[in-house]
C-alpha cells in the first residue's frame, strides 16, 4: 500500500513538472508573438495569460513581471530552446573553441551567430527601444548588453590564449572588436534596413572578424615558374 502511494505521489509530481514546463513554452511564445506584434508597452501579462491558455498569476508567479517575461523571450530567442545550459556549455561552442584553424574559427562563429540573430535580434531592438519609457525594460536591455559584452570578452580571451591575435592587440581591443560586429544595430543596418540576406551578413562578418582580429597571412606566390628559367 505504501509503495503504491508513493509511485502515486512520484507520477503526481512528475506530471506537475511536465504541465509547469508545457505553461512556461505557451506563455513564452505568446509573450514573443504579443511583444512583435504590439511592442513592448502595449503588450499586458493579461493579454499573454489569454493567449497561453494560462492564469495571470501564473505569468506573474514564473517571470515575475512584464520585464522578466521579455528576458525570458529574449534568452530564449538567443539559443533557440529554454533549457537551462549556460551558453558556453552548449555543443556548437564547444566546435568552435575545439576547431584549431582562426579563419575556420572565425567562419564557424559568424554561422553561429547568424542563427541566434534572426531570432533574438528583434526581441533586442525592442528591450532597447522599451528602455527609454520604462525603467524595468532599461534593466533588461543593460543587462543584455552586458551578458554579450561577457560573452565576447571569453571569446577574445580564447582567440588570444590561443595566438591568433596578432602582438599589439589587447584581449580587451578584441573583445570591443567582437562586441561592436555583433551589434543588433549593425545587423539593423544591414539586415533589416539594407535588406542583406543572414548567408551575406555572415560571409561578411567572418571576413571582417579575420581582418580585424587575425595574424595577416603571408601573400600566395602564384606566378607560374618557367620550366627553363627555374631548374
Known amino acids: 500500500m505504501g509503495e503504491t502511494v508513493k509511485m502515486a505521489r512520484t507520477y503526481d509530481a512528475t506530471r506537475r513538472q511536465e504541465q509547469a514546463q508545457e505553461n512556461r513554452a505557451r506563455v ?11 511592442g513592448y508597452t502595449a503588450t499586458t501579462i493579461p493579454g499573454v495569460a489569454r493567449d497561453a491558455g494560462v492564469s495571470i498569476q501564473t505569468v506573474y508567479k514564473v517571470f515575475g513581471n512584464k520585464a522578466g517575461l521579455l528576458k525570458a523571450v529574449f ?59 520604462d525603467p524595468a525594460a532599461a534593466a533588461v536591455w543593460q ?21 591568433y591575435v596578432p602582438v599589439g592587440i589587447t584581449a580587451e581591443e578584441a573583445r570591443d572588436v567582437l562586441w561592436t560586429f555583433t551589434s543588433p544595430e549593425l545587423w539593423e543596418l544591414l539586415v533589416i534596413q539594407r535588406g542583406w540576406t543572414p548567408a551575406r551578413y555572415g560571409d561578411w562578418l567572418a571576413s571582417m572578424l579575420a581582418a580585424a582580429l587575425l595574424t595577416p597571412q603571408p601573400p600566395r606566390d602564384d606566378t607560374p615558374r618557367h620550366p627553363i628559367l627555374h631548374t
Open 28 to 38: 513564452l511564445d505568446a509573450a514573443r508573438g504579443r511583444f512583435l506584434a504590439d
Open 75 to 133: 534568452d530564449v530567442a538567443v539559443t533557440g530552446d529554454d533549457q537551462p545550459i549556460p551558453v558556453a556549455e552548449r555543443d556548437p561552442i564547444k566546435r568552435i573553441q575545439a576547431e584549431p584553424d582562426p579563419r575556420s574559427k572565425l567562419r564557424m562563429y559568424s554561422q553561429y551567430f547568424v542563427q541566434g540573430a534572426q531570432r533574438a535580434v528583434a526581441v533586442g531592438l525592442l528591450a532597447r527601444d522599451a528602455a527609454s519609457a
Open 143 to 163: 543587462q543584455i548588453q552586458q551578458q554579450r559584452l561577457t560573452g565576447m570578452g571569453q571569446f577574445a580571451r580564447h582567440l588570444h590564449a590561443g595566438g
